[in-house]
């Protein structure tokens, strides 16, 4: 079909689109775009430039346009990232210029990934060799230049920047930008459930891509390396308004308005990567069966055996999954669209169940811990899948591994997430498999009843005793927990007036220095270099201790969290629950220095999704 026969996409039409994707803190004044210079991108720099003058027209904007909170965007933070992978750099770089200035971004900038850079790895070159060792390379390279994209330009939205505005290099200042959009649509969604197909994925990746999703603390396991976003990315989040759209509508939407862009030549080698191959596939199919042709179930003989491996892989794997609406690399393209966007909203679905749930059934917890009232709990959470998802939410939220990272969700193991499931919801208050057990991601299950009064306490509920569990962070073996201990003294030095420190990937703690008294022994000693500032781990739920540290003297804690003691009290008729905390008697040790008032300790990882 001509692109000129297929529909455009309307203004009225991308509003919709944007209130699907629109992050749980609102819009801000300030949008970031992820610019490729491709099709995809810069219609996304179209549309939302014609919306935003379509704002403007219809509901001119107040003085105050700096609300975090706006109906809708305000103004486009133009990124354009330069891999140094492509001898097109330069064309692409001029294109996204081109079209930031004709969109009239109110900023653009072109970030260079810096190879060998400290926390960047080296230049990934390619292999020399064909075959498979250079598909399974181009594999990696994919991965890794696309952590490294994200990372620069997180930096860039976090840290604010000075950015030519035009094409002739004029200068404008852009401070925090909290949303990134992308370019990411339907048959991108395809080939990425696709991709997780092949690599043994369950029911619970065929969601694909979310509409709107936080950044994470990390893209990966480890904190530190150059997929890290540290607490920031938790505050920080991707929107993808064209997840619905086709592409055919995309390249309609820019022939219609005369959008000039460049194409990716390495999108369109199948011998290159899986989604290159899965793209080929997919079009090889669709050529077919337009021309009345049966579509071959035989892959194409050119792909190196390493992908035509993983094709035959995700053939087999969306035969043999047993979903809703079946999810086959061979249906057509519409097929596909549909089936992917069927398991995307039954998956929402479960999601949204899954925090009522949540909300039904948690009682207040310490921070950093979470407790499940679970005596109800089999009755009414009978679906296997949401019993899996709810899992999955608990442990992000305890674990002391990144924040959207896989080590955090026990790998996404379907095994383990069972075997938690299996005692979780077990009915039986006096079951022998009610024991304290952990099942991955460092987060502990004890069992727990809660007694008449309202008290929790640990062991077998007697009668009319409520039961549940309490998941908490495991402590850490031996060989690490003196590793965990962190020495700031050099992130609390003068002139600095203020400091943050995230620990054990949990808490964030904010120093107030200014409010530090004059000769303090405990800043004195670290200028002096006779003393340092340790954060460690302490008291029962492993919260963060900050400790004064000299070589001959004991340690001694200046500041913890004081640990309350919860009740829970039944609620009378026609009453809301309410509960209330006793603190405990720690405290900060007598007679020595305290920094108790100068210094907060928040828990920061967040339950809900996205």
């Keep these: 079909m001509a692109l000129s026969q297929i529909r455009a996409i309307t203004n009225a039409e991308f509003v919709q689109m944007m209130a699907k994707c629109r992050p749980p803190t609102g819009w801000p004044s300030t949008i970031a775009v992820a610019s490729s210079a491709g099709p995809d991108s810069t219609c996304l720099l179209f549309l939302l430039r014609r919306m935003i003058d379509w704002k403007h027209?219809?509901?001119?904007?107040?003085?105050?346009?700096?609300?975090?909170?706006?109906?809708?965007?305000?103004?486009?933070?133009?990124?354009?990232?330069?891999?140094?992978?492509?001898?097109?750099?330069?064309?692409?770089?001029?294109?996204?210029?081109?079209?930031?200035?004709?969109?009239?971004a109110a900023a653009h900038a072109e970030l260079r990934v810096p190879w060998g850079s400290p926390s960047f790895p080296p230049h990934p070159r390619a292999p020399t060799v064909a075959g498979e060792d250079e598909a399974a390379a181009s594999t990696t390279i994919e991965s890794v230049a696309r952590t490294a994209r994200y990372r620069l330009m997180f930096d860039a939205m976090t840290k604010g920047m000075t950015t030519s505005m035009d094409m002739h290099q004029h200068q404008h200042r852009v401070d925090v930008v909290r949303v990134l959009a992308t370019g990411h649509h339907a048959d991108d969604q395809v080939e990425t459930v696709l991709m997780r197909l092949g690599a043994g994925s369950s029911v619970l990746g065929l969601g694909g891509m979310r509409p709107v999703r936080r950044f994470g603390m990390a893209m990966g396991n480890k904190a530190g390396n150059f997929g890290w976003f540290g607490h920031?990315?938790?505050?920080?989040?991707?929107?993808?308004?064209?997840?619905?759209?086709?592409?055919?509508?995309?390249?309609?939407?820019?022939?219609?308005?005369?959008?000039?862009?460049?194409?990716?030549?390495?999108?369109?080698?199948?011998?290159?990567?899986?989604?290159?191959?899965?793209?080929?596939?997919?079009?090889?199919?669709e050529k077919k069966r337009h021309s009345a042709e049966e579509p071959v179930v035989r892959e194409p003989p050119a792909l190196p055996p390493v992908l035509a491996d993983k094709i035959i892989r995700i053939k087999t794997a969306s035969e043999d999954l047993k979903i809703p609406v079946p999810i086959h690399l061979m249906a057509s393209r519409e097929s596909l669209h549909e089936a992917v966007h069927s398991s995307s909203r039954y998956l929402s679905d479960i999601e949204s169940k899954v925090s009522a749930y949540l909300n039904r059934f948690s009682v207040q917890a310490p921070p950093g811990t979470f407790i499940l009232a679970a005596d109800k709990l089999s009755a009414t959470v009978t679906d296997p899948l949401a019993q899996l998802v709810m899992v999955l939410r608990i442990l992000r939220y305890i674990s002391p591994h990144p924040w959207g990272s896989t080590r955090a969700q026990a790998g996404r193991r379907r095994d383990s997430l069972q075997r938690i499931?299996?005692?979780?919801?077990?009915?039986d208050p006096t079951s022998k498999a009610r024991t304290r057990f952990e099942a991955g991601a460092n987060v502990l299950w004890t069992p727990l009843r809660i007694s008449r009064g309202g008290r929790l306490k640990h062991g077998q509920p007697k009668q009319d005793e409520?039961?549940?569990?309490?998941?908490?962070?495991?402590?850490?073996?031996?060989?690490?927990?003196?590793?965990?201990?962190?020495?700031?003294?050099?992130?609390?030095?003068?002139?600095?007036?203020?400091?943050?420190?995230?620990?054990?990937?949990?808490?964030?703690?904010?120093?107030?220095?200014?409010?530090?008294?004059?000769?303090?022994?405990?800043?004195?000693?670290?200028?002096?270099?006779?003393?340092?500032?340790?954060?460690?781990?302490?008291?029962?739920?492993?919260?963060?201790?900050?400790?004064?540290?000299?070589?001959?003297?004991?340690?001694?804690?200046?500041?913890?969290?004081?640990?309350?003691?919860?009740?829970?009290?039944?609620?009378?008729?026609?009453?809301?629950?309410?509960?209330?905390?006793?603190?405990?008697?720690?405290?900060?040790?007598?007679?020595?220095?305290s920094w108790q008032d100068i210094i907060d300790f928040k828990f920061i990882r967040v339950l809900e999704e996205p």
């Design 57 to 104: 027209k219809n509901n001119p904007p107040a003085s105050s346009s700096s609300s975090s909170d706006s109906v809708l965007p305000d103004a486009i933070l133009s990124l354009h990232v330069d891999h140094n992978l492509q001898s097109d750099a330069e064309k692409m770089a001029y294109a996204a210029r081109r079209a930031a200035t004709r969109f009239k």
């Design 232 to 285: 920031e990315g938790l505050d920080r989040w991707i929107v993808r308004p064209l997840l619905d759209v086709s592409k055919d509508r995309i390249l309609a939407t820019c022939e219609l308005h005369k959008i000039r862009y460049v194409l990716d030549r390495t999108n369109f080698q199948p011998d290159l990567t899986l989604r290159n191959a899965i793209r080929h596939v997919l079009a090889s199919n």
């Design 421 to 427: 499931a299996q005692r979780v919801w077990d009915p």
């Design 466 to 593: 409520r039961f549940g569990w309490l998941a908490s962070r495991a402590p850490p073996s031996r060989h690490r927990e003196r590793g965990l201990d962190r020495d700031i003294s050099t992130e609390l030095l003068p002139p600095k007036r203020h400091a943050e420190v995230l620990h054990d990937n949990r808490f964030l703690i904010t120093f107030r220095l200014e409010a530090v008294p004059p000769g303090d022994p405990v800043l004195t000693s670290v200028i002096e270099g006779s003393g340092k500032v340790m954060l460690v781990l302490g008291g029962r739920w492993l919260w963060p201790q900050v400790v004064w540290r000299r070589k001959g003297e004991d340690d001694v804690v200046v500041a913890r969290i004081s640990a309350p003691e919860l009740l829970w009290y039944k609620p009378a008729r026609g009453t809301r629950r309410k509960y209330s905390t006793r603190q405990s008697s720690e405290k900060v040790q007598k007679g020595h220095p």
